[in-house]
Every structure is written in structure tokens, then in C-alpha cells.
């Protein structure tokens, strides 16, 4: 079993900073990838952005030079710093992992959070 929970969501002006984490447990034996999505009213769920277990990256276009995804992989934990905050970033952003058990380290499988509403105001 694994849980997957994310944190740091809320509300700020356009223009403003949030910091959400991302923190995984169980019985986990790897985590290969791990990545913000967000969906917002009436869209469909976007990646936001990714990052594999050698730390490369890859970033939405609406969130390149805005938003920075890393990871602590001793913690199992992921972080989205999220900067120049638009309305347009209002959302619940969730995420998600790709992860192999100790039961059976051959096999990924993925995870999802519950999200965290992100909400910027004009």
C-alpha cells in the first residue's frame, strides 16, 4: 500500500508564491517518476510537471520560468515551487508517482493524492 499527500495549497494575490509538497509512503522499494498535474473547473487533468529519479525535468509551457519541481528522494517527497502566480494557475493540483513495491520491486504502478486547491486572486 501506498499513500500519497499533498500539502501547501492556498490561497494568494497574482503576482504571489506558493510552495506545495508532495510526500509519499509505504511500502515503497523505488519511486521512478513523480509529477504535478492540475485541473481546473471544466478542463481536463494537465501535467504541470515531472521530474525522473535522476533529476531531469520537464515543464508545461504555461509553467516554464515560473514554477520549479524537485525532489528529496531520501524522504520520498516532492515539491513544486510555484512563483509570478497567474488567476490562470487556479486550480487543484495533484500528484502523482510512479513507484515499484518491496513486495515486487519488478513492477511499477501509479498513484495518485487527494490534490490541493491552489487558488490566485486578482
Known amino acids: 500500500q501506498v499513500q500519497v499527500v499533498e500539502s501547501g495549497g492556498g490561497l494568494v494575490q497574482a503576482g504571489g508564491s506558493l510552495r506545495l509538497s508532495c510526500a509519499a509512503s509505504?511500502?515503497?522499494?523505488?519511486?521512478?517518476?513523480m509529477g504535478w498535474y492540475r485541473q481546473a473547473p471544466g478542463a481536463q487533468r494537465d501535467l504541470v510537471a515531472r521530474?525522473?529519479?535522476?533529476?531531469?525535468?520537464k515543464y508545461a509551457d504555461s509553467a516554464k520560468g515560473r514554477f520549479t519541481i524537485s525532489r528529496d528522494n531520501a524522504r520520498n517527497t516532492m515539491y513544486l515551487q510555484m512563483n509570478s502566480l497567474k488567476v490562470e494557475d487556479t486550480a487543484v493540483y495533484y500528484c502523482?508517482?510512479?513507484?515499484?513495491?518491496?513486495?515486487?520491486?519488478?513492477?511499477?504502478?501509479?498513484?495518485w493524492g487527494q490534490g490541493t486547491q491552489v487558488t490566485v486572486s486578482a
Open positions: 502523482k508517482i510512479e513507484a515499484s513495491l518491496v513486495q515486487d520491486p519488478r513492477f511499477q504502478y501509479q498513484y
Open positions: 509505504g511500502s515503497i522499494f523505488s519511486i521512478n517518476t
Open positions: 521530474i525522473d529519479i535522476s533529476g531531469n525535468t
